[in-house]
């Protein structure tokens, strides 16, 4: 199993990202799937997760209303789109697949992640 996040990068307060989430050797429908962010010195944080069977979403209170996660079954690939980013929203940001097909299994494998850093 192997999940690759792409799409990070440097932006300006109020700026926005799109993060994927691409696998190799499975499909990501099978699974729920989590975005969690890791800031130096601090603890991992889990940001947005949704179902496989129903895609209903949950979002950290950190995020919700700005952040959305979403996934195309098409290209086996999940979205985490972050608008009106904020500097305390720089951190590695990570895709993960769950235990189970439900949110809140806790995490199962994921892979490198992505650097998203905000400036002021």
């Known amino acids: 199993v192997q999940l690759q996040a792409s799409g990070g990068g440097s932006v300006q307060a109020g700026g926005s990202l799109r993060l994927s989430c691409l696998s190799s050797?499975?499909?990501?429908?099978?699974?729920?799937i989590d975005w969690f962010r890791q800031a130096p010195g601090k603890a991992r944080e889990g940001v947005a997760c949704?179902?496989?069977?129903?895609?209903?979403?949950y979002y950290a209170s950190s995020v919700k209303g700005r952040f959305t996660i979403s996934r195309d079954n098409d290209t086996n690939t999940v979205y985490l789109q972050m608008n009106n980013l904020k500097p305390e929203d720089t951190a590695v940001y990570y895709c993960?697949?769950?235990?189970?097909?439900?949110?809140?299994?806790?995490?199962?494998?994921w892979g490198q992640g992505t650097q998203v850093t905000v400036s002021s």
């Open positions: 949704i179902n496989s069977d129903d895609d209903n979403t």
């Open positions: 050797g499975f499909t990501l429908d099978y699974y729920a």
């Open positions: 993960a697949t769950e235990a189970g097909r439900n949110c809140g299994g806790g995490y199962r494998d």
